[in-house]
């Protein structure tokens, strides 16, 4: 069965500074895809940033990016120049190529401090 | 389009009482998924839909859990005979199938169900 480990259930940064979440996953699959979402407080999950297993480049989406280590089982978020408005929950998810449901780890409660 | 809604946003229940939800994904998205959300956890898979067709169900919906995608639109899930282990929250999510693969899920901002 594939495992998304998130180990920091918290962080803390200071506004404007860089922080990185961790995520390790395990799985038996060659073809799969990792994703980073965000839940603010009360609010939906949105997509954050989405990695393809095939592709060696990591991905980035303006302040966010990845650090994708295949062979470690390695998917860590970048966020550059931290903004109030990232305080949120970070969850980062597994989905194989071909199946649907998405596995996701525990969360990282992400607190920016002004 | 407004995106994934969800209705209602909470409900609070009595033990053994039944409830059921619902989810009106985004309009052209072929679809849809029920997750579950205990807290401090990250979201658990249920069941998803492709149009009116469930394709795959975990083994976290019990006899007690039925979803419905009548006409392949808005989806229910039920829940039968509540039990105070079934609070949470109940997110649904709906994706457009391109070719081979869907990618992005669009969540709806969940229904928190609370078991008395």
């Known amino acids: 069965a594939q495992t998304v480990t998130q180990s920091q259930p918290e962080m803390s940064v200071q506004e404007a500074e860089t922080v990185t979440l961790s995520c390790t996953y395990d799985?038996?699959?060659?073809?799969?895809?990792l994703f980073w979402y965000k839940q603010p407080p009360s609010r939906q999950m949105i997509l954050v940033i989405r990695?393809?297993?095939?592709?060696?480049q990591n991905a980035t989406e303006n302040r966010f990016s990845v650090n994708f280590q295949k062979a470690a089982k390695s998917f860590s978020l970048k966020i550059s120049d931290s903004q109030l408005g990232d305080a949120a929950m970070y969850f980062c998810?597994?989905?194989?190529?071909?199946?649907?449901?998405?596995?996701f780890g525990k969360g990282t409660h992400l607190i920016i401090q002004p | 389009d407004t995106g994934v809604s969800q209705d209602p946003r909470h409900k609070i229940t009595k033990r053994g009482q039944n409830v059921t939800f619902r989810c009106d994904p985004i309009?052209?998205?072929?679809?849809l998924y029920w997750y579950r959300q205990t807290l401090g956890q990250g979201p658990e898979f249920l069941t998803y839909?492709?149009?009116?067709?469930?394709?795959?169900k975990s083994r976290l919906l019990s006899d007690r859990f039925s979803a419905e995608r009548p006409k392949g639109s808005f989806s229910t899930l039920e829940i039968q005979r509540t039990e105070q282990g079934d609070s949470a929250m109940y997110l649904c999510?709906?994706?457009?199938?391109?070719?081979?693969?869907?990618?992005?899920?669009?969540f709806g901002p969940g229904t928190r169900l609370t078991v008395t």
């Open positions: 999510a709906s994706s457009l199938l391109d070719g081979r693969e869907s990618y992005e899920q669009y």
């Open positions: 799985t038996s699959e060659s073809d799969y895809y």
């Open positions: 990695q393809e297993a095939y592709k060696q």
């Open positions: 998810a597994y989905k194989v190529l071909g199946a649907d449901g998405l596995t």
């Open positions: 309009s052209e998205h072929n679809r």
């Open positions: 839909f492709q149009n009116e067709a469930q394709l795959e």
